[in-house]
């Protein structure tokens, strides 16, 4: 199944999603999967084997990736899902190789609820890059919106509500999940969805929300988009910089 598509700078097409790599009367297994294009439609044989890139970081089934991206230095990232119920986030170089300095050896797993709620589990399948490398990933966590922000080495942004993580957005409603993501010339991230007060099978409506994260110094504009992100009483200086009294 492919489940993002995305044209590189050089016009070359990666369609990412799942792949089965494994299937027997005992076991199952799914697997990242990548495939990328050269602009004429045939397979890239400089990446991966033949074109293609399979990632297992988990031995049972259900590796989804819903979002893929490709960074400035060409590197690509993907986001998605894993059956141990966490949001998985991995980065591959041009060749397709895992970069090993991303994350715990080319990935992070984040668990995001504890435990199943009403049978859900934790999905990616949305991303956004920040101006300044950290990525934001939106999805589901349980059965509410939720966001994870990494910093640029794949480690969560600990900045961010203590835990790199923002759960709960669900305005007292059943079911709410993240599907795309932008962010506004003053830094702060728009979010579309849908939620539910039946559940994931109840009747959906379009849902949007809008956050900061990450600012300082309370003025409205997100740190990354301020260029003075620590000037709490808005006089244009950073507090550090203030004279002494």
Known sequence: YAYSLLRQSDGKLVAA????????????????????LNEDGSKDESFGIGGVVTTTLDTRQGHKIYKV?????????????????????ARYNVDGSLDMGFGDFGAKITQMSPGSAFGYKD???SMLS?????L????????????????PDGALDLTVNGTGQIQGIAWGRSYSEVDAMIQQPDGRLLLAGVSSDGGK????????????IGDSDGDGMMDTMDPFPLDTDNNGVNNVDEPVP
């Not at 991206?69 to 986030?89: C, E, H, M, N």
């Not at 920040?130 to 950290?134: A, E, I, N, V, Y």
């Open 130 to 134: 920040l101006p300044d490398g950290r």
């Open 136 to 151: 934001v990933v939106g999805g589901l966590a349980g059965s509410t919106m939720a966001l994870a922000v990494y910093t």
């Open 123 to 125: 999905e990616a399948l």
């Open 201 to 212: 099978y109840g009747n959906m409506d379009f849902t949007l929300a809008r956050l900061f």
């Open 17 to 36: 999603g799942s792949a089965l790599v494994k299937y027997d009367d005992s076991s199952r297994v799914e697997s990242f999967a990548l495939l990328r």
């Open 69 to 89: 991206i490709q960074q400035l230095d060409g590197k690509l990232v993907v986001a998605g899902s894993l059956p141990t119920r966490g949001f998985a986030v």
